[in-house]
T-cell receptor, first 111, second 111 residues
Framework: SQTIHQWPATLVQPVGSPLSLECTVE??????LYWYRQAAGRGLQLLFY??????ISSEVPQNLSASRPQDRQFILSSKKLLLSDSGFYLC??????????FGPGTRLTVT | KQEVTQIPAALSVPEGENLVLNCSFT??????LQWFRQDPGKGLTSLLL?????REQTSGRLNASLDKSSGRSTLYIAASQPGDSATYLC??????????FGAGTTVTVRA
């Protein structure tokens, strides 16, 4: 069965600093990959999704970006963090069956 | 755009009572509907996926139904236990691999 790893689990960063969150998956090949953000008191917001290496679609214009350098690796980045970037970041995957599976998440606090 | 609503936002029941969680969606052309469980500070765990051609899915004490004509899905949890305490989210898919999430119902099962 597939496994999703997210690193780091928690992160505290100052405003204006860069960001790099990593998601790696095991047990599947050619998955669709997703980055979501869950802010306090709000639902899940889809940020980016990818159907293959180098293919990234952005759902919400913001100061975040995503990259997929390998089939099973998805990276979320920012050059300069804002206070509003605080939240719980979740990586997810889906295969041909459309069912989505989620990783353990990264808790980001921007101070 | 698919809008998903979950009411109530919170629910408290005594142990042993059956749970009924509601989810409504605006686009009857929904492709699939997925129910998740989220424990505090954790990622989402997929519970059930219902394809648009199906009316319900069952797994153990869980049963989920889908009524596209009325724009509703219901998750039933039989004989609730304290371990069922969590936030339950539903999400509707459009067939393009993207999901629209409800805000969730937080369930507390009292021992």
């Amino acid at each position: 069965s597939q496994t999703i790893h997210q690193w780091p689990a928690t992160l505290v960063q100052p405003v204006g600093s860069p960001l790099s969150l990593e998601c790696t998956v095991e047990g599947t090949s050619n998955p669709n990959l997703y980055w979501y953000r869950q802010a306090a008191g709000r639902g899940l917001q889809l940020l980016f999704y990818s159907v293959g290496i180098g293919q990234i679609s952005s759902e919400v214009p913001q100061n975040l970006s995503a990259s997929r350098p390998q089939d099973r690796q998805f990276i979320l980045s920012s050059k300069k963090l804002l206070l509003s970037d605080s939240g719980f970041y979740l990586c997810a995957l889906s295969g041909s069956g459309y069912e989505q599976y989620f990783g353990p998440g990264t808790r980001l606090t921007v101070t | 755009k698919q809008e998903v609503t979950q009411i109530p936002a919170a629910l408290s029941v005594p142990e042993g009572e059956n749970l009924v969680l509601n989810c409504s969606f605006t686009d009857s052309a929904i492709y699939n509907l997925q129910w998740f469980r989220q424990d505090p500070g954790k990622g989402l765990t997929s519970l059930l996926l219902i394809q648009s051609s199906q009316r319900e899915q069952t797994s153990g004490r869980l049963n989920a139904s889908l009524d596209k004509s009325s724009g509703r899905s219901t998750l039933y949890i039989a004989a609730s236990q304290p371990g069922d305490s969590a936030t339950y989210l539903c999400a509707g898919g459009r067939g393009d691999y993207k999901l629209s999430f409800g805000a969730g119902t937080t369930v507390t099962v009292r021992a």
